[in-house]
């Protein structure tokens, strides 16, 4: 099995992603001391995501993968995003 080779990554890019991913998680604490209705949901989520993607993209070096390996990750976050859209419509409808 042949193995790739990754660029090697500086270690600023590390400390400025851990950095955003501290000022998000702050973000993500003071968003929730605020009541603005559904606003109060998507916020946190919409945050969630973004520092899921970034350890995913960086951390994970998926950055660095071959295109089929970033296609097939979609399937799971397809699942999920169904998961989740079900779940808000039935807390709404209720």
């Known amino acids: ?14 400390i400025s ?3 955003i991913l501290v000022a998000l998680t702050m973000a993500s ?5 605020v009541h603005a209705g559904t606003a109060s949901l998507l916020v946190p989520l919409l945050i ?3 520092k899921a993607s970034l350890v995913l993209w960086f951390f994970m070096h998926l950055k ?5 390996f970033k296609v ?5 976050l397809g699942t999920l995003a169904v998961i989740m859209g079900l779940t808000f419509v039935d ?3 209720r």
Not at 1 to 14: G, I, Q, S
Not at 64 to 68: C, D, P, S
């Open 1 to 14: 099995m042949e193995h790739d080779t990754h660029p090697a990554v500086r270690n600023k890019t590390f």
């Open 29 to 33: 604490v003071g968003a929730s001391s």
């Open 64 to 68: 660095y993968e071959r295109a089929l």
């Open 91 to 93: 807390t709404w409808f």
């Open 48 to 50: 969630a995501t973004v």
């Open 17 to 19: 992603v851990w950095a």
């Open 72 to 76: 097939m990750l979609l399937f799971p």
